[in-house]
């Protein structure tokens, strides 16, 4: 918690400069550790979609044939052979997620303090504005240049498909082929190895991030006054209760799954080019 010297009062010039504040605790630490994060996956995914290779493991590799299917999370859908070769299907893919983690309630915080420094943190300065004005009463918050965030709640409709679509993934990751004396595929056998669980457990965090959304607790109850004594009524409050729940950890589901997420890609990468293999667990 942010702590203040309370023994004099502060100037009332205090936060007339950027920086400027009677906090003694370390309140950039945060921002900074939130910058270097988000800078590092930014530029990570950004490579990855650029690279555009090694990215799905599945039957006919030249690594592993008779491997089930893997598939980047930057790549899902699969959509080899539905878009040129100079374009790189991940771009066609990232806007989706990429949108809904953009408009995110608390990505929105998270990268105007790390980024903009706006605001820099609570009861801290502000750098001045354009031709070094500040804002001051002329803000109009998110009604301009930033309307774009509104788009979060139909970004999050989006998002819930793509659960589905990667959950898929999870199952063809347990389907293995079954090879004969001349490498032909005579059947498929079920299966779980390390990619698998990386799957799994990567979209079971995405799933936990985007079900604690602040959007779709608003949708499901969050915009009545009272939930009516109704069967629908019921069950909605009932999915506003588990969301309500799960979104006090909305911030950790929100890193837990940024950080699997490019895990994920990198394992499948590694294993498509043959660097480390995928043990089968069963």
Known sequence: MAQADLTTPPSPRTLDQFGQTARSDSWWAGSLATGLGLGAFIVYSTF???YNGDYVVGEGSEVFPEHAHLLSPFYSPLLTGLV?????????????PGGFRLTCYYYRKAYYRAFFLDPAGCAVGEPSGLCGFKRGREYKGETRMLIFQ??????LYVALAFIV??????????TW??????????????GISVGSLVLFTTTTLLALYTFSCHSLRHLVGGKLNCFPDTAVGNI?????????FLNRNHML???????MVGFADFYVWMVARGVFPDPSLF
């Open 48 to 50: 990855r979609a650029l």
């Open 84 to 96: 040129p070769d100079w374009i790189s299907p991940a771009f066609l893919i990232l806007w989706a």
């Open 150 to 155: 509104n788009l979060h709640r139909y970004f």
């Open 165 to 174: 679509l990667l959950y898929a993934d999870v199952v063809f990751s347990c």
């Open 177 to 190: 082929p079954v090879l004969n004396d001349n490498g032909e595929i005579t059947g498929h056998r079920f």
């Open 236 to 244: 909605r409050f009932t999915l506003w209760t588990a969301i309500s």
């Open 253 to 259: 589901f929100a890193w837990l799954s940024l950080f």
